[in-house]
């Protein structure tokens, strides 16, 4: 349901060395992603806290982690192996176009003298190869390296301040690439005032790339839109979707009575049945259960405490079902689990749950809420007793008829919970390292202290506590407009929800 996952990141990803062939058959363009650029964030009159956030020194130490990493994975290598400190401060653009043999454009506005450095260097490693071409009688100077090989044509140039690659088979170079941004034309869908602009046609993307994912199996294309308002940042994202769908017909059965204050997060999705249905070993774990038909996930502002509560008329029956094959799959995938944990069963009440690992308790539990059954699973056996939920939380989910998706959160709460929760999970689950003694290392306190904080893992969790102050609300809804249509849109702090900064901050951090 969350498509603002890094998107920078995910663009660069898809731009990497494993880019298709360069090949294009047709005019149709399949991505096209555009970057406003940190300098011009910056330069904004709106956004406050983004703008904030990104004026840190330790912001500055991500920033370049994020391109050293970019580099140090050879996502980029058709720039070099050389991180370039100033990719991310202006424009970046990408484009695929063709669907059976797709061209490739990649850009970045990083300046005359650093994009020149950039091109003479790379074409001294093969300056006897391709055709050198410099165009005559222009203000900015303009050069373009030209090589083919196996019917493929890879050009690498630069003016204007671009640094530009792009690739395309001998066919024909498609009229829709922006070849001609190092000669001063502007992308056709100009960034303006918006920080991420971004269209993709999901089916023609995954068989370009062998790879797809299965809660977008239904989706045609996306068109999504990253802005700066007031001081937050909005997100509007229209999705098209392949056949027709019914993401209403689910009524909202809400359990106010079930979900208390104080919350840092909650999570609501009506029309459930398929997220589960789509699950890896949900047949395995369920094999005669029901899907929820509403599923709520929530973490109370306390370490650790994370539910979720999926709506089930069969819940009591299913529990202890569900236990077994949980405990089951558990012992089939996860063999040298560090802790093997204990299944244990309330005879007193509908409750399994698991007992072994330090800090959690992973229980599975029905309970009921004005008539309605819940299968609700947590992360510890007690549950805080607490306060009715604000009337306009509820109000915000229920009054929408076209709603389906809800999400509420302090980013900046909820984002702890996650950086100590999935280590933790992970940990359990992972078969325990040897324990290898060496000598004693030579190193004061304060070397030893010097040489953690100094590593990009340091560096990244320090930037995200230091974060926290610009982390405050962040709203995500999903409509359905038509049976073939959806409308995401977001209002956060910085534009990312804190499961997506933790992603981010993972995938730097080297542990993804």
Known sequence: MKYFICLLTIAFLWAGTTAPAAQAANEEEILSFHFT?????????????????????????????????LFKTKTISFLGDKPIPNLLDNEIYIQIIGEEKPAFLFA?????????????SLRAKEKNA???????NTVNKEETWTRTQDGTTKVLGYGCGWIIYYTYSQDQLPKKLAV?????????????????????????LSKIFGKSCPLLKNVESISLRAWPEEENIRLSARTLLIEEADMLSQNWNLPTNIITDPLSHLTAIRNSEKIFENMPHWNEIAPQANAPKQLYIYNYDVPFYTILLGSSETAPADVPKMGNGITACLSKYFPEIRNPLQFA??????????????MLTPTLRAVSDNKQNYLMAGTVAALPKGTPLAPELWNAISKNPKLFFYSWELTGHTLPQWQMLFPLVKMELSKPEPIVRTGRKDLTKEKTAASKNSSPESKVFNWTIAARQYLGNCITR????????LLIERNASIGLS????????EWLSDRL
């Open 37 to 69: 650029g940190i300098k011009n964030i910056k330069r904004s009159n709106k956004g406050t806290q983004l703008k904030e956030l990104l004026k840190l020194p330790l912001s500055l130490e991500v920033q370049k982690i994020l391109i050293d990493k």
């Open 130 to 136: 391709g055709t050198l071409k410099t165009e005559q």
């Open 108 to 120: 970045a506005k990083i300046g005359s003298s650093e994009a020149q450095k950039i091109f003479n």
């Open 180 to 204: 001609n941004l190092i000669h001063g034309q502007q992308p056709a869908d100009k960034i303006l005032n918006n920080i991420v602009l971004m269209d993709l046609k999901v089916p023609l």
């Open 498 to 505: 804190s499961l997506e900064l933790w992603i981010l901050t």
């Open 478 to 485: 999903a409509e359905q407009t038509s049976p073939k249509e």
């Open 345 to 358: 069963v309330n005879t007193n009440n509908v409750e399994v749950g698991w007992v072994g690992w330090p």
